[in-house]
């Protein structure tokens, strides 16, 4: 081995070789877990943050189909400037005293079954209804998961929305500050569904009614005056899916 003399034995040159060969092992197998997802996590499964930014203010979001839609450009889905939203700037949706149906802004770009999907949400006012949520593996805006903020009740609910029709799967009394922004976090697993409200588990429920894929939504109802921040979602690794 070059670097041997007699009475002893230095290493310090085959230890720069052996460094340098596995160097160029770790960046052969970074390129291998890029070009074959299957050895490593591929670019799917890492975690996507929504601009909600790409908006003009005082418009609406890009990239969301709103419901219910409006011809002026101050609808009830609207870019805002915000100086307690971790980027300055938020969704809000205005509630319309009159409206029987929720308001949603559905995200167009993906779709998800198995993920983890996070956001803030500040409930600002309202009367009939104050809070909001996030609607998972929606199929129509009449068919989709809710997980849902009650800030009149102060509750944390997961609700199957079918034929526009809703049905509450579980719902938990949590501690939830009008006029405060809060870290809504659902994790989607087959048939199971981890709640979170502020980086604390709040529930684990199951059901298998809707097994496919479906888009993700911003959702509030009534004259609940709501903003979103932060949204973001994170699709499982194939090998963490259950078959």
Excluded at 92 to 120: F, M, W
Excluded at 161 to 176: F, L, Q
Excluded at 199 to 227: H, N
Aim: aromatic share 6%.
């Amino acid at each position: 081995m070059a670097g041997a003399r007699r009475g002893g034995l230095n290493v310090s040159v085959g230890y720069e070789f052996v460094s340098r060969r596995a160097r160029s092992f770790a960046v052969l197998l970074a390129v291998v877990c890029v070009m074959c997802p299957q050895l490593g996590i591929s670019a799917s499964d890492t975690a996507t943050t929504i601009d909600i930014g790409k908006g003009e203010i005082g418009g609406p979001p890009a990239e969301f189909e709103l419901l219910p839609r409006s011809e002026v450009k101050q609808g009830p889905w609207t870019v805002v400037r915000d100086a307690t939203a971790k980027t300055g700037i938020a969704v809000q949706q205005v509630g319309v005293k009159s409206a029987e149906d929720p308001a949603l802004a559905i995200y167009t770009p993906a779709s998800l079954k198995n993920g983890e999907i996070s956001l803030r949400l500040h409930a600002t006012t309202g009367t009939s209804s104050q809070g909001g949520g996030v609607a998972v593996r929606l199929r129509s805006p009449q068919d989709y998961y809710l997980v849902q903020l009650d800030a009149l009740r102060d509750r944390v609910l997961l609700s199957l929305v079918r034929n526009g029709v809703s049905e509450e799967i579980e719902g938990v009394d949590a501690d939830i500050a009008s006029l405060a922004w809060h870290t809504l976090t659902v994790l989607a697993k087959d048939d199971e569904f981890v709640v979170s409200l502020d980086g604390a588990w709040v529930f684990t429920a199951f059901d298998k009614t809707l097994s496919q894929a479906g888009r993700i939504a911003l959702w509030t109802e009534g004259d609940s005056i709501t903003r979103f921040d932060s949204i973001a979602f994170t699709p499982l690794p194939e090998s963490e899916e259950r078959h």
